[in-house]
């Protein structure tokens, strides 16, 4: 029986958020071991309403449809709670065997695992987060909770297959049946990984951070280190502006606003963005240590192995599995900013990196096991 898979979630194709594009890589292997994948995601340009089937189109030669991003709190418990757009999906295209689900919402995924169930369909879940809802109000933070306790705890067990991350989530799922472990994967066969842009030579080493900090990344920590830091250094911000950091930090504003070696380049493309990765001598992030971070894994990380550009972080998640010291990475146990000074300080400018560890062909075996059991 030929696999086809409806794989659905928060996702904005083709690369609008790293979700994108652990998605599309994990449908090309599914793809490379014979099957068909279909996507349904999300579309923050979509009208309110608009038809699902009316948003058909074509991502690398998937089908896609996309369901609009809610905005209002109406929009929001339709999203969180309603699974008809999902179930036109189904019934148009047909013949599906499985459907993944991509960090849903547990409401609407225990429906859809209902109707799924009813029809002979499996069901797996591509978990890649632990949510936190730290930083908002009371009602977001019970709303939040209740959701991501659900989805934990309760529904996920009751899956045909998880697909996890990180190695904490394959600690925490150790007894489900069938757990594979994929890190976010990339194909370096597509044309944005060609012709990137060369380190440059000379005395200042050249740092990128390229990202949105959210609740994860403590950019404000790097900063405070290059205050310090007395080698010559440039660092490129990409993904926010000069003037979104300084709401967050506005003690920094003087030391910024006198430093032309930290540039914010603003949101860019994906491509655009590789670029500055790929020129930079190192890409740097650094992040608490906590539940969230350990649940997780950075993209950030294999994107910047993948364009050949080693990484300055602290240890979180499993990234050590995946680090060869002095060789694709350099971790810290600390996110003290006088450590980081004190690494900066001695860092070598250049290092030869082994680009293909992260492409999505190195992981076919592990989900033609994956698949074999689901089915």
């Known amino acids: 029986m030929k696999i086809k898979t409806l794989y659905i979630g928060g996702f904005e194709l083709p690369d609008k958020n790293a979700a994108a594009h652990r998605v599309m890589s994990n449908a090309k292997i599914i793809r490379e071991l014979g099957g068909e ?69 547990a409401i609407a995924m225990k429906c859809l695992m209902k109707y799924c169930r009813a029809h002979g369909i499996k069901c797996a879940a591509d978990i890649t987060e632990w949510y936190s809802a730290r930083g908002k109000g009371l009602a977001f933070f019970v709303l939040k909770g209740i959701d991501t306790w659900l989805r934990m705890h309760v529904f996920h067990k009751q899956m045909d297959g998880l697909i996890v991350i990180s190695k904490y989530l394959a600690n925490y799922y150790k007894n489900h049946k069938n757990v594979m472990l994929i890190p976010p994967l990339v194909d370096l066969t597509e ?91 190192y890409s740097c992030f650094f992040r608490e240590d906590d539940r969230m971070t350990k649940a997780g894994f950075s993209t950030k990380f294999v994107e910047a192995i993948s364009c050949g550009t080693p990484v300055l972080t602290n240890k979180t998640s499993n ?46 075996k592990e989900f033609q096991s994956f698949q074999d059991a689901l089915q």
């Open 37 to 105: 994948v279909v996507f349904a995601g999300v579309d923050k340009d979509l009208s309110w309403g608009t038809p699902v089937l009316s948003t058909k189109k074509e991502d690398q030669d998937f089908v896609s449809y996309s369901i609009p991003y809610p905005k209002s709190k109406k929009q929001w418990i339709d999203y969180l709670c309603g699974i008809k757009p999902y179930v036109d999906v189904l019934e148009h295209e047909k013949n599906f065997t499985s459907v993944i689900f991509y960090n849903f919402p």
């Open 319 to 364: 990234l050590e599995d995946f680090c060869h010291e002095g060789k694709n990475a350099i971790l810290i146990n600390t996110i003290a900013v006088y450590k980081i000074v004190d690494v900066i300080e001695k860092l070598q400018k250049r290092m030869k990196l082994q680009q293909t560890q992260f492409d999505y062909r190195s992981y076919v």
């Open 191 to 281: 044309k944005k990984w060609a012709n990137l842009p060369q380190k440059s030579d000379g005395e200042v080493i050249n740092f990128v951070y390229a990202g949105s900090p959210g609740l994860k990344d403590r950019i404000d920590v790097l900063i405070s280190a290059l205050k310090l830091v007395k080698r010559p250094y440039h660092l490129d911000v990409v993904g926010l502006t000069q003037e979104e950091y300084l709401r967050r930090m506005p003690e920094d504003k003087d030391f910024l606003e006198h430093n032309e070696s930290i540039v914010f380049k603003g949101r860019l493309s994906h491509v655009q963005t590789l670029e500055y990765v790929s020129a930079a001598d």
